[in-house]
């Protein structure tokens, strides 16, 4: 995988076309939108609309291919080369009208992410990390043209960490900001963003770290780590163990246990301060109990669960 090669330019041509769809949508109110089963989440017409579009470059383009995306049965899911798309992250932003939405593709082979593309199309801009190479942001009218690329912070103290935390309220950062002495409302320690700008703001250097909670997460929802980690930083689950594209390991697609992404000087003084918090394990079991996913998206874990199966 090199700089310039195809897989490169596909990316930036499914981040552009997903990009214009999303932001016409946005300018002509084009869209319709729905509940989910889950609680406080949505879905628009306008990402199943992107997902067809990207469905079919895929197709066109790496018809060998397997593709997972979060709007529709998965495709070729035992390749060695899989795509997992996202056509719209950050429904609920995008349908209140918030700018901090985003399209998300990351290129897996052998079970090890190795290209991956977050475009934010209300700034134009798309982050691209390439597995051994870097990372680095550019504008989506000509990503090969200035680049910039991305590093992680410099902090190395604890008690100065500025954290991106999510806009909905999650009790376990109340747990979180006591652990560190930082009061919950504090908007200079505790930065909130939506969508995978959190993820996004750790490998610009912005924040130090992302904790997340949340054992509902999917792998298409981080393309940003192969970001975080090419700029310097570090990602894991909230105990400290990678992240696996292993379909036939741990949670499958989704990601159980959290995620805890950090510019990587700070990543182990802050898995033993989040270790220290009693009850995490029952927190995030509390979660995953209590999820009630859309029929969609369980029929995907089931299709996916007997393709692995039938080998």
Same mark, same amino acid.
């Given at each position: ?6 897989? /490169? ?34 879905? +628009? ?10 469905? +079919? ?41 918030? #700018? ?58 604890? #008690? ?25 409302? #504090? ?31 999917? @792998? ?26 292993? @379909? ?11 995620? @805890?992404?950090?510019?990587?000087? /700070? ?16 927190? /995030? ?13 369980? #029929? ?7 393709? /692995?199966?039938?080998?």
């Amino acid at each position: 995988m090199v700089a310039g090669s195809r897989e /490169l330019h596909g990316a930036f041509e499914m981040a552009r076309y997903a990009s214009v769809m999303l932001m016409n949508a946005r300018q002509t109110g084009d869209w319709s939108v729905r509940p989910k089963l889950e609680q406080g989440q949505v879905v +628009t017409s306008v990402e199943h609309v992107v997902n067809a579009a990207i469905l +079919t470059y895929l197709e066109d383009n790496f018809p060998g291919d397997g593709i997972i995306s979060e709007e529709q049965k998965p495709r070729r899911p035992r390749r060695r080369r899989v795509w997992y798309v996202d056509p719209l992250d950050g429904s609920k932003e995008f349908s209140e009208g918030s #700018d901090e939405f985003a399209f998300l593709a990351t290129l897996v082979e052998d079970c090890l992410p190795v290209l991956s593309v977050c475009a934010l199309p209300a700034e134009w801009k798309v982050y691209v990390a390439l597995k051994g190479r870097g990372a680095f942001s550019a504008s989506l009218d000509d990503p090969y043209g200035a680049q910039e690329t991305l590093s992680v912070s410099n902090c190395s103290s604890l #008690d100065d960490v500025v954290f991106a935390v999510t806009k909905a309220k999650a009790d376990f950062y109340d747990y979180l900001a006591f652990s560190f002495g930082i009061d919950g409302n #504090d908007d200079i320690r505790f930065k909130r963003y939506g969508a995978a700008l959190k993820g996004i703001k750790v490998a610009t250097g912005e924040v130090d770290a992302f904790p997340c909670f949340n054992p509902n997460l999917c @792998l298409w929802d981080i393309a940003y780590d192969l970001l975080v980690e090419e700029a310097g930083g570090k990602i894991t689950d909230v105990f400290g163990d990678p992240i696996s594209y292993d @379909l036939k390991k741990g949670g499958g697609i989704r990601v159980r246990n959290g995620l @805890l992404a950090t510019n990587g000087t /700070l990543h182990n003084p802050i898995l033993r301060r989040i270790s220290a918090i009693t009850g995490v394990s029952e927190y /995030l079991e509390k979660q995953r109990l209590g999820a009630d996913y859309d029929s969609h998206s369980r #029929d995907i874990r089931r299709q996916i669960d007997r393709e /692995l199966k039938s080998v």
